[in-house]
């Protein structure tokens, strides 16, 4: 079961995490499975940018970001090349390290 190391952000997780998740799971449904509740304001059906994160470790083992994925990117605050969709980013057996950025496009949080 790979290993998804979260860095510390202010307020979804401070301490940073390291969680665990079966290989298939987007790193979203993870990250909410495990009490990180990241924002998802289109409830992971890839219609915003507000689940962004950057993978510092392990991009290349996740499936390839399709185009709808990558025009929606195009969007997101601090856009970097290792960013992806967390809905849309699938664990495969490798471990991730992933960066919540910051802020988000997202002007009202939805209270999931």
């Known amino acids: ?14 301490n940073g995490a390291e969680i665990t998740a079966p290989a298939g799971t987007s790193i979203c449904e993870a990250l909410l499975d495990n009490h990180i509740d ?4 289109c409830e992971m059906s890839c219609a915003c940018t507000t689940c962004h994160v950057i993978v510092r470790e392990g991009f290349n083992s996740l499936n390839e970001a399709e ?19 967390s809905c849309q980013a699938i664990l495969a057996q490798e471990n991730v390290t992933v960066e919540i950025p910051k802020y988000s496009i997202n002007h009202a949080k939805e209270n999931h």
């Open 67 to 85: 185009e709808g994925e990558e025009d929606l990117l195009d969007r997101a605050w601090g856009l970097e090349p290792q960013s992806r969709l």
């Open 38 to 41: 990241i924002e998802h304001a």
């Open 1 to 14: 079961m790979p290993t998804i190391k979260i860095y510390p952000h202010p307020e979804y997780c401070p």
